[in-house]
């Protein structure tokens, strides 16, 4: 079982360092982690120890705490108690993504991967095991090709980035991804990706026309190399389970050249409940240039806790349109000509991001890497198959003021989403009318209240299990989510992998699991979440490639080999 110990690693040196007080090692074990790791990537990139070192970073480098925290986006991570890397590695080029991945695999470190940092449950920063951090924000290309209407987008790019260079070269094209402009490209396309447009053009996921990425051999494969299998489990089927994605080739999509925001309000005074309701029967089936989220957040007015539904919309086209369409379809929301701004559709993603301003607003801040503003936060997601009935939206309503802090996010379906088959990517899905998404944030510090405010999340997760999906309860890969299950990648990693993936990925999840098992093996791209290898008994007809039982089955002896590693 533990044959893939690094050959540095002396049996004598082993027992004489069970021997010695924990303070006096774990000083030169770091160093010579790190010294042999950067040998091997200065002798796998030819290029001198000096230079490789820059991107490199040991916990003793002063720069070190800097990089980290730079793609730490939920504060709650972000604690001196927060696990750390060994080692951050932040790559330059594809050839240094491929040694970092051949130099890590001999040792028994865990290899995170990240892109923008966004996870919600921190999984590309943090570990409970000795791990690294490969770290992509270095790889931000983005090179927009106007004639073919594609771009090649890397993996380390953020959304806002993306958008501002479709917007250099072009007024009347966009991307379908997501409205946050600091999510990275690696994490988010990887995971599905959607955003405002999903009625119009579905999902990220549905746009990508070729990827690379770095195997477990340390590989670089386009979508030819990899094969169509492996290019389908990166479109949808997540970051971290199958490689390292350097980057999508996608197909960019027509946008008008003005386009109409809105953000309306109502209290349960003025009739939220009945506006929420009927929005159901609205929201996933009206005209695919409308997509209207629906927020539902508890809220103080004239010292009465109440519920405040707001619509916040993106309509492909005019205002006068969309007023006249909503005055039909739903006028429980009183939409007005004056509530509507018209713009362009680069100007709509700074809306979306907050922007009281969004046309008069410099492009540029989309460029903007500084923005170390997270606050600690939890997100949890759910699906709804059919429209939950007035008398629920009131008990609905009760319980979030009951509970006094955490939100909803309503996301409409329906439109293209619906045109397309739930195994077409691993996103499954497809037909269901909204995504909820749970959401809450807190300013403060203290340990008590952060968990009474996780204990929100539980409990209103629990309180919707009648109204949303079933056999299995739905969730989406990108609003991470721990409380569903994880895996230590021991005897049971099949069985503890099914649990999330199922709902993940639902009847996809076999197809992600087959893929998984036949690039890799060992489980060495993996995370608390990521996609099991089959059990060795169940392998046949799946190519082996030799380390199969390094994970698999090795359980609590490969754990306690690589903390050992990870202190020596
Ligand atoms: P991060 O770097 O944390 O990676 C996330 C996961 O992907 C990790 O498991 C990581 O290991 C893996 N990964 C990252 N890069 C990889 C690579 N190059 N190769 C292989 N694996 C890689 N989602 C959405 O669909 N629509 C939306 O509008 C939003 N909005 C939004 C706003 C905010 C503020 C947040 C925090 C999050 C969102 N999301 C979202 C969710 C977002 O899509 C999700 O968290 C993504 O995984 C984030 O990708 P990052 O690269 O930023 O994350």
């Known amino acids: 079982m533990l044959t893939t110990r690094p050959t540095f690693v002396s049996v004598g ?66 604690k001196s108690s927060t696990p750390k890397p060994t080692i951050i590695i932040t790559p330059l080029s594809e ?23 966004h996870d919600y449950d921190g999984l590309s920063y943090i570990s409970d095991k000795p791990f690294f951090i490969l770290d992509l924000s270095n790889l931000r290309d983005v090179s927009v090709d106007i004639a073919e209407q594609t771009a090649w987008i890397s993996a380390g790019a953020t959304l806002g980035e993306v958008y501002y260079h479709i917007w250099e070269k072009s007024k009347v094209l966009g991307f379908p991804a997501g409205v ?52 389908w489990a990166i479109s949808g089927g997540g ?106 559709w ?3 993603a700074l809306w979306w991001d907050n922007r009281v301003n969004a046309t008069q607003t410099d492009p540029k801040v989309f460029l903007d890497r500084n923005l170390d503003s997270s606050s600690p936060g939890k997100r949890k997601s759910d699906y709804v198959e059919t429209e939950i009935p007035r008398s629920g939206i009131v008990s609905l ?12 996010v309503f996301n409409p379906y ?51 299990t009648g109204f949303v999906s079933k056999n299995p309860r739905g969730a989406y890969l990108n609003y991470r989510d721990v409380d569903i299950g994880v895996n230590d990648h021991g005897e049971d990693s099949y069985k503890e992998g099914e649990v999330y993936g199922r709902m993940y990925f639902g009847k996809n999840f076999d197809r992600l699991v087959k893929i998984k098992t036949a690039v890799d093996p060992g489980n060495f791209f993996r995370n608390e979440q990521s996609i099991p290898t089959l059990p060795i008994a ?22 306690v080999a690589s903390v050992l590693l990870h202190v020596i």
Request: aromatic content about 10%; hydrophobic content about 40%; charged content about 20%.
């Open 397 to 408: 309503f009760n319980k979030m003021i009951e509970l006094g802090k955490i939100g909803l």
């Open 239 to 344: 970051g971290g389970s199958f490689g390292v994605v350097l980057g999508y080739k996608v197909k960019l999509v027509p946008v008008p050249a003005t386009v109409t925001v809105f953000r309306v309000e109502q209290l349960m005074a003025a009739g939220a409940v009945d506006m929420v309701h009927k929005w159901q029967f609205v929201g996933p089936k009206t005209d695919k240039n409308l997509f209207m989220r629906m927020l539902i957040q508890p809220v103080t007015r004239n010292k009465v806790k109440t519920i405040r539904a707001t619509v916040v919309a993106l309509y492909l086209g005019k205002a006068d349109d969309v007023v006249s369409l909503l005055s039909k379809e739903l006028p429980e929301l009183a939409l007005k000509k004056e509530n509507c701004t018209e713009m362009t």
């Open 95 to 117: 050839s240094h993504v491929s040694a970092a991945v051949l130099c890590s695999k001999p040792l028994d470190f865990v290899f995170k991967i990240r892109s923008g940092g």
């Open 180 to 231: 946050c402009p600091t999510v990275g490209v690696g994490g988010h396309l990887s995971g599905a990706g959607y955003g405002n447009m999903l009625r119009k053009f579905g999902l990220t996921a549905d746009h990508f026309i070729d990827a690379k990425m770095v195997d477990v051999n340390g590989a670089v494969l386009d979508r030819k190399a990899m094969g169509e299998d492996l290019f």
């Open 346 to 348: 680069f100007q709509s």
């Open 13 to 78: 040196f082993f027992f004489l360092f069970l021997s010695l007080p924990l303070s006096t090692l774990s000083q030169p074990s770091m160093s010579s982690v790190y010294d042999s790791f950067l040998k091997c990537l200065s002798e796998k990139t030819k290029t001198p120890q000096s230079q490789i070192a820059k991107i490199v970073f040991s916990q003793s480098n002063p720069s070190y705490t800097s990089v980290l925290r730079a793609y730490i986006r939920n504060a709650r991570f972000n």
């Open 538 to 559: 169940k392998r046949t007809g799946v190519p082996e490639q030799g380390t199969a039982k390094r994970w698999s089955g090795a359980g609590g002896a490969t754990v």
């Open 414 to 464: 329906g439109g293209r989403m619906a045109e397309i088959a739930e195994d077409a990517t691993p996103f499954p899905h497809r037909n269901m009318l909204f995504k909820i998404q749970y959401s809450v944030n807190w300013k403060e510090s203290s340990p008590e209240l952060e968990k009474g405010y996780l204990n929100q999340a539980k409990v209103l997760h629990s309180f919707m």
